[in-house]
């Protein structure tokens, strides 16, 4: 049984940063890219950005890229997404899943993690 927890949004202006965690557990971590994801009100899920099972290859939307961060720490079981440089079109709520490309590959969503950036 998958399960994935989204943790660290918050309130932050524009221009300061957030990191955000995505934590494992009930399987087999460490051979699976892992994704983030946000949905805005009243849009559609986005991807944002993807890490390779090891970690030595990510992948980002264009509107994050430069800003956005994706790490992972095998050992922990737990994927990273740091921002910088916040806009308030970054405002959304924030998922991790496991990924194909930059396709969700899990049929179900965690609670995720709401990031809200104020101008």
């Known amino acids: 049984q998958v399960h994935l927890v989204e943790s660290g949004g918050g309130l932050v202006q524009a221009g300061g940063s957030l990191r955000l965690s995505c934590a494992a557990s009930?399987?087999?971590?460490?051979?699976?890219?892992i994704g983030w994801f946000r949905q805005a009100p009243g849009k559609e899920r986005e991807f944002v950005a993807a890490?390779?099972?090891?970690?030595?290859?990510?992948r980002y939307a264009n509107s994050v890229k430069g800003r956005f961060t994706i790490s992972r720490d095998n050992a922990k079981r737990t994927v990273y997404l740091q921002m910088n440089s916040l806009k308030p079109e970054d405002t959304a709520d924030y998922y991790c899943?496991?990924?194909?490309?930059?396709?969700?590959?899990?049929?179900?969503w965690g609670q995720g993690t709401q990031v809200t950036v104020s101008s």
């Open positions: 899943n496991d990924v194909v490309g930059r396709t969700p590959a899990l049929p179900s």
């Open positions: 009930g399987r087999t971590f460490t051979y699976n890219d």
């Open positions: 890490i390779t099972w090891s970690g030595d290859n990510t």
